[in-house]
């Protein structure tokens, strides 16, 4: 497809499992990054990657949070231990590179349910 | 760190009426974006501003960036059923050129 895919769109787990929610950007897109969206809430920045590198975690909610991108396509984040309060969908972004003037183009997004 | 306050939360209006929404901030940035959300979708960028002052239309929207470079504005004409979602402002920051910073949304609801 011409887009960003994510998988699984929906996703409901026990608390204390892990998870790993999957990104497919667009073809050629060196530029990935991964956001948080709470009910209600704008979008929260957690990490960037640049080819298959994220040179700033900091954007990342805790230790639990982990990313990352191979082949400079595909990117996971996995959270371990979930909580319930990373319940939120995540959404995933990509762009030809990362510049201020390439524009940022989203993916549907995985809803996280944790129980 | 930097945080856009957008308003209002929420707007009903009626079809054909105009609508605004802003976005302010304390802190300056250097480009604003508007994008739109339906639901189960992700945000689709609608109107893009780089310039302090600049005013820029796409269609029937119209958006500003301000000339503090702390604040922008959108404004839907005309509007249609079709323009229901939730609208989004975001901004980038100097030297933090990728993280999108972004407003809680308003959710338009337009009452044919």
């Known amino acids: 497809g011409a887009g960003v895919s994510q998988s699984p769109s929906n996703k409901v787990t026990e608390k204390g499992k892990d998870v790993e929610l999957r990104c497919d950007p667009i073809?050629?897109?060196?530029?990935l990054y991964w956001y948080r969206q709470s009910l209600g809430q704008g979008l929260e920045f957690l990490i960037y990657?640049?080819?298959?590198?994220?040179?700033?975690k900091s954007g990342l909610p805790s230790d639990r949070f982990s990313a990352e991108r191979t082949g400079g396509s595909v990117s996971t984040l996995t959270i371990q231990r979930t909580q319930q309060e990373d319940s939120a969908v995540y959404l995933c972004?990509?762009?030809?590179?990362?510049?201020?003037?390439?524009?940022?183009?989203f993916g549907p997004g995985t809803r996280l349910t944790v129980l | 760190g930097q945080q856009l306050n957008q308003s209002p939360q929420s707007m009903f209006i009626q079809e054909g009426e105009d609508v605004s929404m802003n976005c302010t901030s304390s802190?300056?940035?250097?480009?604003w974006l508007w994008y739109k959300q339906d639901p189960g979708e992700g945000p689709v960028l609608l109107i893009a501003?780089?310039?302090?002052?600049e005013l820029t239309s796409n269609g029937r929207l119209t958006a500003q960036f301000g000339i503090t470079r702390k604040d922008s504005f959108l404004n839907i004409s005309a509007s249609i059923p079709s323009d229901v979602g939730i609208y989004f402002c975001?901004?980038?920051?100097?030297?933090?050129?990728?993280?999108?910073?972004f407003g809680k949304g308003t959710l338009l609801t337009v009452n044919p």
């Open positions: 972004a990509s762009s030809f590179q990362l510049t201020s003037t390439d524009t940022q183009y």
């Open positions: 073809s050629g897109h060196t530029a």
């Open positions: 990657f640049q080819g298959n590198s994220a040179p700033d």
């Open positions: 802190s300056i940035f250097n480009t």
């Open positions: 501003l780089y310039k302090a002052g």
């Open positions: 975001a901004g980038l920051t100097r030297g933090s050129n990728y993280k999108l910073t």
